[in-house]
């Protein structure tokens, strides 16, 4: 299929400069990146194959490289690994939740995702981190387009395993184009509703309290939430964070099997309040 023939109906359009705006990213850079990944065309999304190597997928990754700043080269395992540790060491971390708590109001997924990413990885080491998930034989700029499809279509919320997916996520710089709009630290008060509801909330019910503070649909609430639990600021009984590096339990599974579609720890929450 022709990239030039991927999300050209007004509607995929609208739709992907909804996203850019969320994302405070430049409109072109999202929707070159959409196009090898994901077409709103038709009825419903669906997600793009076999994309024809030619020169306007050349040049249409051509715009995408230069505007992301790509390194020149493929990245082996261990490079990836060396990359996210020594970020991590950089990361300001009141710089970070600032961001995140202005970007899950307004619907940015990127800033959520950076957030999710850094507190998942607590308690890491290189050793650690070489036990994730890792398909590439190298890395290309290619692989990384497609990683940054997925933070900024859903978060990373299913991906966040892929050694791939933080380097995509943590190491390369994404454009911002405006400053962030920054929102009061709606945060305590949440936690101070969920509190309010003591043994009562299931999972439902923190969707349903954080609409009052997020606005977005179940997925994108629930992204934000497991958010919240990485960092410990939503506490899972008998599931604490604080000194476990969370990748090591994401098999683990609760009981209550519909809870299993949300991430380790607050997959556990229903069963929490038993």
Not at 202 to 224: A, S
Not at 228 to 238: A, C, E, G, R, T
Not at 253 to 260: G, Q
Request: hydrophobic share 35%; glycine share 4%.
């Amino acid at each position: 299929m022709q990239v030039t023939k991927i999300n050209i109906t007004d509607k995929a359009k609208r739709k992907i400069k909804k996203i850019a705006i969320n994302n405070n990213l430049d409109y072109d850079l999202v929707y070159s990146i959409f196009c090898f990944n994901w077409n709103y065309d038709g009825a419903e999304g669906k997600w793009v194959y076999d994309i024809d190597q030619n020169e306007d997928s050349q040049n249409r990754y051509k715009f995408i490289f230069d505007s992301l700043k790509l390194p020149q080269e493929n990245l082996t395992k261990n490079k990836v690994v060396d990359e996210i540790y020594n970020h991590l060491k950089k990361v300001k971390k009141d710089e970070l939740y600032k961001k995140f708590i202005s970007g899950a109001v307004q619907g940015n997924y990127c800033l959520i995702s950076e957030y999710s990413s850094f507190h998942y990885l607590t308690n890491l080491t290189k050793e650690k981190l070489s036990t994730l998930e890792w398909k590439s034989e190298k890395m290309t700029n290619e692989n990384i387009v497609e990683k940054l499809f997925l933070k900024i279509f859903r978060g990373g919320s299913v991906d966040r395993y892929s050694l791939e997916y933080l380097y995509a996520d943590l190491v390369i710089d994404l454009p911002y184009e405006n400053q962030m709009i920054k929102n009061e630290d709606w945060v305590e008060n949440f936690v101070k509703r969920v509190d309010e509801n003591g043994e009562e909330i299931n999972l439902t019910g923190l969707v349903n309290i954080l609409k009052g503070f997020c606005k977005g649909n179940k997925n994108y609430l629930q992204t934000v939430l497991e958010a919240l639990s990485y960092s410990d600021i939503i506490k899972v009984k008998n599931h604490s964070v604080n000194h476990i590096f969370i990748p090591d339990f994401r098999n683990k599974l609760s009981a209550h099997f519909y809870s299993n579609e949300w991430t380790y720890p607050l997959r556990f929450w229903n069963e929490s309040k038993k």
